[in-house]
């Protein structure tokens, strides 16, 4: 049994709790939802529920693969026991398909394949609306140290290697997704989570966006989507 104590912090998708065990975190999922740094907001049912289990799935499936996270276990539908991790401030983009920002960056169709997957790092600002950076700025700023930035690197592309075999898998094209990660004794962990919320997920044959661009340009079908990747991934 985790016993929940004080709440630490309330993010937008999610609310973090100490807990009786001074090293870990509860991370409980709600089903808010935002979009373009918060000026859209919204709610999508159950989003919550479906991306706990999700992130839950995915984090353990790359642990059992040699990448080490920040997840423990499941502790209910909303909740899950992590190690508490110091973030670093260095939000880290895998791209496989040109869509979203790049497309509009570069002038590019959304689904255009890339030859090589692109990592991009972006400093976690609200603010600032995490902008783009290099590793440079982020060694310069002391936001991470040169071999953290080889780290983040080289872990985002393991990490997109065990991704894509298994969206393939599942029939979904894994076209770009955010990741964070985070210092602790045990090193650098991969943390947050990986869910539709920062994931862009296409189904393979139809080419249907199953993630929160649905919520972001109003395509409907919002809560199937999420509940279409986590009954896909619940029964990886
Ligand atoms: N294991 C962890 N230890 C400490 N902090 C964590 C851990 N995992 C995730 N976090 C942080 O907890 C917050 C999670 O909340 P949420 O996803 O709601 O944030 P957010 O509104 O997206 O905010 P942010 O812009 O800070 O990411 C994030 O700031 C994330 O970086
Ligand atoms: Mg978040």
Redesign the pocket.
């Known amino acids: 049994m985790v016993a929940k104590a004080e709440q630490l912090?309330?993010?937008?998708?999610?609310?973090?709790y100490a807990c009786d065990q001074a090293d870990k975190?509860v991370?409980h999922f709600?089903d808010d939802a935002?979009a373009f740094n918060a000026k859209k907001k919204g709610t999508i049912i159950n989003k919550g529920v479906f991306n706990n289990k999700i992130s839950a799935v995915i984090l353990k499936m790359l642990e059992d693969k040699g990448v080490k996270t920040?997840f423990v276990e499941v502790l209910s539908d909303r909740e899950c026991l992590?190690?508490?991790?110091?973030?670093i401030p260095v939000e880290v983009v895998v791209r496989n398909v040109v869509a979203g920002s790049m497309a509009k960056k570069l002038g590019l169709e959304e689904g255009i394949v890339l030859k090589r997957p692109i990592v991009e790092f972006f400093y976690?600002s609200?603010p600032l609306d995490?902008p783009q950076i290099n590793e440079d700025t982020a060694i310069a700023m002391d936001w991470a140290t040169p071999e953290e930035c080889v780290f983040l690197k080289e872990a985002a592309l393991r990490v997109n290697e065990i991704l894509l075999e298994f969206f393939d898998s599942l029939g979904i094209r894994l076209v770009d997704y955010k990741l964070?990660f985070?210092r602790s004794s045990d090193g650098i962990?991969l943390?947050?989570?990986i869910t539709p919320d920062g994931c862009r997920l296409w189904d393979k044959a139809t080419g249907e966006k199953l993630d929160k661009d649905r919520f972001r340009r109003d395509l409907g079908n919002v809560e199937e989507a999420y509940q279409k990747i986590f009954e896909l991934v619940s029964n990886a």
């Open positions: 912090y309330e993010g937008k998708a999610k609310i973090l975190l991370a709600k935002t920040h992590v190690k508490k991790v110091d973030i976690k609200d995490d964070e985070g962990l943390a947050d989570e």
